[in-house]
């Protein structure tokens, strides 16, 4: 299992020659049963469990193994997905496999910094399921609303949209689908206007408050305050911030950004599309769905692109990359 003080180069055996990247989901990937087959199988991975149930003080095998009410409850999803997807990166790591960079949507961007050597399991499982409070508490229920805006330009998206007080972009997910969050009403009327305008689509998406937009910036501050108290370490490798589609090489930058990303639009086509401009030629979705697999195809299908959520996957993943 790696820790804060062993980089990944120091113990990389993977015979791979091109540049590889870890990238983890968001939430909305999460599902029961998630993990199982790791728990079972490896024990780092289930020590991961075993440990953030300890931390958390709550069974992290019953909410992310068993069917419940609670995994799609904001405050328990979060803690929960972090902890499958790092599970699951525990045990591609026994495997051999070792990223040269990382990079996760919105919620995965904490899994993303963990493995790049930047914070500890506990703090990173501890700080989503606080994210996860925050962000739950921080708009009265019904206040706000997202929707997917299908086959629009992002030009054209914002054109249509910037006329609409209260209304924002939330994510850039890939060529023709981007997200918009804000006020219910009015993401209700820019929907409508982007239909107007042309969009190919515009589906409300089932969510509990207007994430990734200004009207977070209070839980935002709330999480830089919980944030003091973590102790970062300086990261081994770098990973892409959503903020601002870069780099981050330096630890210090990385609780400001966390605090503003609540808020702030998800740049993870532009993300993406940095990384591969630097040379990455194999991207390794892990944890549950495919969701970012899909993306990547529609940014780069020349890329490659492998998906993790399952054991089974771990093993084919490993004779492709390993050839």
């Known amino acids: 299992m ?32 998630m993990g199982k087959d790791f728990y079972q199988k490896f024990e780092n991975a289930r020590q991961v469990y075993d440990q953030a149930s300890e931390w958390l003080g709550m069974d992290m095998r019953e909410l992310c193994f068993e069917k419940n009410d609670r995994l799609d409850l904001t405050e328990y999803t979060q803690a929960a997905l972090v902890t499958t997807c790092l ?27 963990e493995a790049a050597g930047g914070m500890s399991l506990k703090d990173a499982v501890t ?6 409070i925050l962000m739950e508490q921080a708009v009265p229920a019904g206040t706000g609303a997202m929707a997917a805006v ?11 949209i910037c006329p609409i007080e209260g209304v924002f972009i939330a994510n850039y997910n890939c060529p023709g689908q981007l997200v ?36 977070l910036a209070d839980a935002g501050k709330q999480l830089g305050e919980w944030l003091k108290r973590v102790e970062l370490s300086p990261l081994c490798i770098p990973y892409v911030t959503n903020v601002t589609a870069r780099y981050i090489e330096d630890i210090g930058e ?32 892990i944890g549950p769905g495919k969701t970012l697999t899909g993306f990547l195809r529609k940014i780069n299908r020349k890329v490659n692109a492998i998906h993790i959520q399952t054991a089974e996957d771990l093993d084919k993943a490993v004779s492709m990359i390993k050839m």
């Not at 026994?94 to 993303?112: F, R």
């Open 87 to 113: 599970a699951m990166e525990k045990a591609v790591e026994e495997a051999g496999i070792y990223p040269e960079v990382t990079a996760g949507l919105s919620l995965g961007e904490y899994c993303a910094v």
């Open 254 to 285: 990385t609780k400001a950004l966390l605090e503003k990303q609540i808020s702030s639009s998800v740049m993870w086509q532009q993300s993406m599309e940095l990384m591969i401009e630097k040379g990455v030629d194999t991207f390794v979705e």
């Open 180 to 215: 918009i969050s804000g006020e219910k009403e009015a993401v209700a009327l820019a929907s409508e206007k982007l239909k107007g305008a042309g969009a190919k689509g515009v589906l409300p998406l089932n969510v509990s408050g207007p994430f990734h937009s200004p009207m």
């Open 127 to 132: 700080t989503v399921r606080k994210r996860g």
């Open 2 to 33: 790696m820790s804060n003080e062993t980089c990944f180069h120091d113990k990389r055996t993977c015979c791979h020659t091109g540049r590889t990247a870890f990238l983890f989901p968001g939430q909305g990937a999460q599902k029961a049963g």
């Open 150 to 160: 299908l086959g629009m330009a992002a030009e054209k998206v914002k054109d249509a």
